[in-house]
């Protein structure tokens, strides 16, 4: 089975500080992803990366960055973090190319900035 | 928007009804996926249709594309109590995935 972590399950962070979100995968997939879930708003790409040290801009990158330096591993930075950053992070991968383009999904981190 | 929209937002039914689930989307698509989420947690992948497909079957999932209506649905047959959670559908297109806000499904034992 696929497995993907992320470090924390609830981290809570103040206003301005630097946050590192971190997403780790085992089974050797080139996409990584990151997602934000609002209530209403569903989930928005925030970044994505195809392949080692690559790296796309998804629908929301705004207060974000992303660091891909393994292939395995794909952090999400917030070098500012604000109140508006405040949701659940999720994470996830896929294999490329593949024909099923299936999405495998870390448990989610739930930040709160205060 | 490149999101899908599902619709109805909340469905609340009795174990053992079947759950019918509806997305509608806006652009052209590769592929259309339904996913699960179980509160608090991540996504479960359960079923892709492509675009060039009209119906597909997994287990107690039966999900319909129509292209030319830019619509799909997801039906559950014989709903549990463990089918509880919310149900996205993701549209996609050029190696992203677009998500809607998705149904949050209720099965009363």
């Known amino acids: 089975d696929v497995k993907v972590t992320q470090s924390s399950r609830y981290l809570v962070k103040r206003t301005g500080e630097k946050v590192f979100l971190e997403c780790v995968q085992d089974m050797d997939h080139e996409n990584m992803f990151w997602y934000r879930q609002d209530p209403g708003l569903g989930l928005r790409l925030i970044y994505f990366?195809?392949?080692?040290?690559?790296?796309e801009k998804g629908d929301i990158p705004e207060g974000y960055s992303v660091s891909r330096e393994k292939k395995e591993r794909f952090s999400l930075i917030l070098e500012s973090a604000s109140t508006n950053q405040t949701s659940m992070y999720l994470c996830?991968?896929?294999?490329?190319?593949?024909?099923?383009?299936?999405?495998?999904f870390g448990p989610g981190t739930r930040l709160t900035v205060t | 928007s490149q999101q899908g929209e599902e619709d109805p937002q909340a469905l609340s039914i009795q174990e053992g009804e079947n759950a019918t689930m509806n997305c509608s989307y806006k652009t052209s698509i590769n592929n259309l996926q339904w996913y699960r989420q179980n509160s608090g947690r991540g996504l479960v992948h359960l079923i892709l249709i492509r675009s060039n497909e009209r119906e597909k079957h997994s287990g107690r999932l039966r999900v319909t594309l129509d292209t030319s209506k830019k619509s799909s649905s997801l039906l559950i047959t014989a709903s549990r109590a463990a089918d509880t959670a919310s149900y996205f559908c993701?549209?996609?297109?050029?190696?992203?995935?677009?998500f809607g806000s998705g149904t949050k499904l209720n099965v009363k034992p």
């Open positions: 993701a549209l996609y297109n050029f190696n992203k995935f677009y």
């Open positions: 990366s195809y392949d080692v040290k690559m790296k």
């Open positions: 996830a991968s896929s294999l490329w190319p593949r024909t099923t383009y299936e999405q495998y």
